[in-house]
Structures are given as structure tokens and as C-alpha cells.
């Protein structure tokens, strides 16, 4: 059994008419898919402040170490701005020992 299996291309016009069927069915369906069903809506027990669930125990944990590391960050800024600002101190009174501050002009 041979079989001559031959394909057609469609055309524009075909394509625009399949198009407009499946949006005049679309729309026809649209109410009969939207009608009031007598289901009643379940309502769950809300959880009690005294057992929080898991998930809102996972986001006070992920909250926590977030600060945490927010105070870290901030330390660290700190302790980085305070030793500048000693060092930079140093150069400026000379305390140290060393070569010296230059003014540029030539003796």
C-alpha cells in the first residue's frame, strides 16, 4: 500500500478565516466557561502568633543574617575610614620618622 501523502500550504485567506472561527468561538465560550459554579471557596485556620510557620520562620532567619551581615559591612567601613584618617593625621603632623614633606621649591 502506497500511499501519495501530499501537503498543502495554506493560504492567507484560509489562515484569516481559521483565525476569526477560533476567535468567534473563543468569545462564545468565554461566558459559558465563566458562569457561577455553586463550589464553595475552603478557608484554611490562620496560624497563631504563638506557632509561625516555616516559611515565616526561614525569612526571620534569612532577615537576621542579612543584618548581621549589614553590621559586618558597616564595622569593617569604619574600622577602614578611621585607620585613613589616622594615617592621613600622621603624614600631616610628621609624627613619624621619615624623609619628610617636600614644598617643591629648590634651595
Do not use: C, Y
Given at each position: 500500500?502506497?500511499?501519495?501523502?501530499?501537503?498543502?500550504?495554506?493560504?492567507?485567506?484560509?489562515?484569516?478565516?481559521?483565525?476569526?472561527?477560533?476567535?468567534?468561538?473563543?468569545?462564545?465560550?468565554?461566558?459559558?466557561?465563566?458562569?457561577?459554579?455553586?463550589?464553595?471557596?475552603?478557608t484554611a485556620?490562620?496560624?497563631?502568633?504563638?506557632?509561625?510557620?516555616?516559611?515565616?520562620?526561614?525569612?526571620?532567619?534569612?532577615?537576621?543574617?542579612?543584618?548581621?551581615?549589614?553590621?559586618?559591612?558597616?564595622?569593617?567601613?569604619?574600622?577602614?575610614?578611621?585607620?585613613?584618617?589616622?594615617?592621613?593625621?600622621?603624614?600631616?603632623?610628621?609624627?613619624?620618622?621619615?624623609?619628610?614633606?617636600?614644598?617643591?621649591?629648590?634651595?
Amino acid at each position: 500500500m502506497s500511499a501519495i501523502i501530499k501537503s498543502e500550504t495554506i493560504s492567507r485567506r484560509k489562515a484569516l478565516s481559521l483565525m476569526g472561527l477560533a476567535a468567534a468561538f473563543g468569545l462564545a465560550a468565554a461566558p459559558t466557561v465563566l458562569t457561577v459554579s455553586d463550589a464553595e471557596a475552603q478557608t484554611a485556620a490562620a496560624p497563631t502568633a504563638a506557632a509561625p510557620t516555616a516559611g515565616m520562620e526561614r525569612r526571620a532567619a534569612r532577615h537576621e543574617r542579612r543584618q548581621e551581615r549589614r553590621m559586618a559591612r558597616t564595622e569593617r567601613r569604619q574600622a577602614r575610614r578611621t585607620g585613613r584618617h589616622e594615617r592621613r593625621e600622621v603624614r600631616r603632623t610628621g609624627t613619624t620618622t621619615g624623609t619628610g614633606t617636600t614644598t617643591g621649591a629648590a634651595k
